[in-house]
T-cell receptor
Framework: GAVVSQHPSRVICKSGTSVKIECRSL??????MFWYRQFPKQSLMLMAT?????????EQGVEKDKFLINHASLTLSTLTVTSAHPEDSSFYIC????????????FGPGTRLTVL | GNSVTQMEGPVTLSEEAFLTINCTYT??????LFWYVQYPGEGLQLLLK?????DKGSNKGFEATYRKETTSFHLEKGSVQVSDSAVYFCALRSNTGNQFYFGTGTSLTVIP
């Protein structure tokens, strides 16, 4: 089946620094990838839709200047958390859809971000 | 609009018990329906899906039938195992786009 990877799986950083998270579709091309945030024991909250070659579409309430998304190729999207603060600590998950399969959404394993 | 309402948890069952997790949806058009499972510390994995009314998705002993008349997609398993302990998410995908709508998740714990 389709595989989506994320890197890193865990990251700990100091407040005020920026962190980049990569999301890759390993065996299919994804024109659209999605970034979610998940708080403990809660559902996924869609942050933004990442489109290859164009600007991301952000959900209401998500700061686009804080969560920078770049979809550089058909297999790679990156999320950069700029000037991270402790309240940004969360589990970030990306997903991509395999349009050829016309079926499900494939999720990355997630990145645990801890901001000290 | 599109939304998913999922049975609240947590659910605790003994091994070999019967499992039902209710899921109902509201959607415009004809969505596809999914169940995802999330094990502790991991991302979501597709468990099963159904793309049209009356379809039954099945995998690893889990089943769910797309019921248009009741707008439901309840997840069932006849005999749960300890290894089924996880959080289960019901989701729909609109037929007009790629966006998914998730339920709030149901935590399942199976005890020996």
């Amino acid at each position: 089946g389709a595989v989506v990877s994320q890197h890193p799986s865990r990251v700990i950083c100091k407040s005020g620094t920026s962190v980049k998270i990569e999301c890759r579709s390993l065996d299919f091309q994804a024109t659209t990838m999605f970034w979610y945030r998940q708080f403990p024991k809660q559902s996924l909250m869609l942050m933004a839709t990442s489109n290859e070659g164009s600007k991301a579409t952000y959900e209401q309430g998500v700061e686009k200047d804080k969560f920078l998304i770049n979809h550089a190729s058909l297999t790679l999207s990156t999320l950069t958390v700029t000037s991270a603060h402790p309240e940004d600590s969360s589990f970030y998950i990306c997903s991509a859809t395999d349009l050829i399969a016309a079926g499900g959404m494939y999720f990355g394993p997630g990145t645990r971000l801890t901001v000290l | 609009g599109n939304s998913v309402t999922q049975m609240e948890g947590p659910v605790t069952l003994s091994e070999e018990a019967f499992l039902t997790i209710n899921c109902t949806y509201t959607a415009t058009g004809y969505p596809s329906l999914f169940w995802y499972v999330q094990y502790p510390g991991e991302g979501l994995q597709l468990l099963l899906k159904a793309t049209k009314a009356d379809d039954k998705g099945s995998n690893k002993g889990f089943e769910a039938t797309y019921r248009k008349e009741t707008t439901s997609f309840h997840l069932e398993k006849g005999s749960v195992q300890v290894s089924d302990s996880a959080v289960y998410f019901c989701a729909l995908r609109s037929n007009t786009g790629n966006q998914f709508y998730f339920g709030t998740g149901t935590s399942l714990t199976v005890i020996p």
